[in-house]
């Protein structure tokens, strides 16, 4: 609003700082705990709050990522991308000279890395406090004419400083200066990496939730995420079973790499090439042909899973949604598989929101063995075990399909991705995967 961009330029007027004018190659390799993003809670969630708060986000985030890609001015995009940004799973590392430390939102839809400063006169409440560029002997702004401002969706220009905004709605959620700081990563018992001249946004005027969080790091396919700027453009996750207090881990540069995973049943890594969708450029889209339910193929045109020439449509893996969408047509014929396969009655589970769902366990006369899901790629096929396509609720004993239908487009969530180490190569443009037992270091 247009309150909030003058509060913003008077904090920037009081705010400024020496211009940084340049930036290092870098090429470094690290490792960091993933924390769920309710992990943190206290008193902590049931299994059944975990799971209810879980769709709850994975259904706002589809509706915001479905309507992102159908618009185009990149200020409406911003403002319905970050609304759907609360993220799924939280990442521990230190800002500046000294190091302060501050836990943020690990976002793979998204690319701009940034947290709160002072002076903050608009704030969102947060673990940590706010940061303090004054304070900070590395700290630097980014001028308007770098490459590194043109990358902003939309960039502006106060007194020769590059400017970001990212909306909520009507407010302003994340408004500041671009600016570059070093950047201090690894996991509390191993060897701490520090990174020079890192882009972020220094958030002065900020509205919105953070989800027990100090800010954003962006792991897109965009030159301003944390993954482009660090080099080689490669990351991988191993995220443990949803529901276990088990931490995740997030591997960066040389550390990123499937070639010492413990796998959990010798399986080969497979690869596949990622496909760019122009409307959604920062998020990693795949070319899903089919789907198989033990042995049989389900009948779907595989153009139900192709990227629309509007934006629309297609399949992407994030890991900002929970549970799996599937496209309408998609889950219509899994579902009815499904029902063929399980052969019980099917019930609405209406406290989580899901409607495939079955009486668990079944009587004594009635034996029921669920088959693998596999998700039939370009050049590698996904197999996706019943325990990450299907769930309990312990509230009711239902046994419920971790999914559900899309009136547009596809997303993996991070559910179908339990035990499994996935490696994003985005400077080869590849997604490798191996199943792997990810409580293990």
């Known amino acids: 609003t247009m309150g909030s961009l003058v509060l913003l330029l008077v904090v920037l007027a009081a705010a400024l700082s020496p211009v940084a004018r340049c930036t290092a190659e870098r090429d470094v390799g690290f490792q960091l705990k993933l924390t769920h993003v309710d992990g943190r809670a206290a008193p902590a969630y049931t299994k059944l709050q975990l799971l209810m708060r879980a769709v709850d986000r994975s259904r706002a985030r ?100 590059c400017v970001y905004q990212y909306y909520y709605g009507d407010y302003a959620s994340s408004a500041g200066v671009l600016a570059q700081e070093a950047f201090t990563f690894g996991a509390a018992n191993s060897t701490k990496v520090r990174v020079p001249g890192v882009a972020f946004g220094c958030g002065n005027v900020n509205a919105g939730n953070l989800a027990n969080s100090s800010g954003m790091v962006g792991l897109g396919r965009g030159p301003l995420s944390l993954v482009s700027q660090l080099g080689p453009s490669r990351f991988s996750y191993c995220l443990t079973s949803f529901l276990t207090p088990a931490p995740s881990r997030l591997s960066f540069g040389a550390m990123a790499s499937l070639d010492s995973t413990n796998t959990s049943d010798g399986a080969p890594v497979q690869s596949m090439p990622f496909v760019l969708n122009a409307a959604l450029p920062s998020m990693y889209f795949l070319s899903l042909q089919g789907i198989s339910l033990g042995d049989t193929r389900l009948r779907v045109d595989p153009l139900a899973f192709a990227i629309n ?133």
């Open 62 to 161: 589809v509706a915001a990522l479905s309507a992102v890609a159908a618009v185009a001015d990149p200020i409406t995009a911003a403002r319905i991308l970050v609304r759907a940004s609360q993220g799924e799973y939280l990442v521990d590392l230190a800002v500046g000279t000294p190091p302060v430390e501050y836990t943020a939102i690990v976002d793979t839809g998204s690319d701009l890395v940034w947290t709160q400063c002072a002076p903050c006169m608009l704030c969102s409440d947060q673990p940590t406090p706010f940061f303090q560029p004054n304070r900070s002997a590395t700290y630097r702004l980014v001028p308007c004419g770098s490459p590194r401002c043109a990358a902003l969706p939309y960039p502006s220009c106060f007194h020769g400083v």
């Open 309 to 441: 020439d509007d934006g629309t449509g297609g399949c992407m893996i994030d890991s900002g949604t929970s549970i799996t969408y599937l496209y309408q047509d998609a889950y219509e014929a899994l579902r009815r598989e499904l029902l063929s396969v399980v052969r019980l009655r099917s019930v609405h589970d209406t406290a989580i929101g899901l409607d495939t769902c079955f009486p668990w366990p079944p009587p004594p006369s009635v034996t029921v063995t669920m088959p693998d899901l596999v998700l039939h790629f370009d050049r590698a096929n996904m197999t996706v075990p019943p325990e990450n396509y299907m769930l309990i609720d312990s509230a009711t004993g239902f046994l419920c399909l971790a999914m559900a239908p899309s009136g547009d487009g596809t997303i993996i969530g991070n559910y179908q991705q339990q035990n499994l180490h996935v490696l994003y190569d985005i400077a080869n443009s590849l997604l490798s995967f191996v199943p792997a037992p990810c409580n293990i270091a």
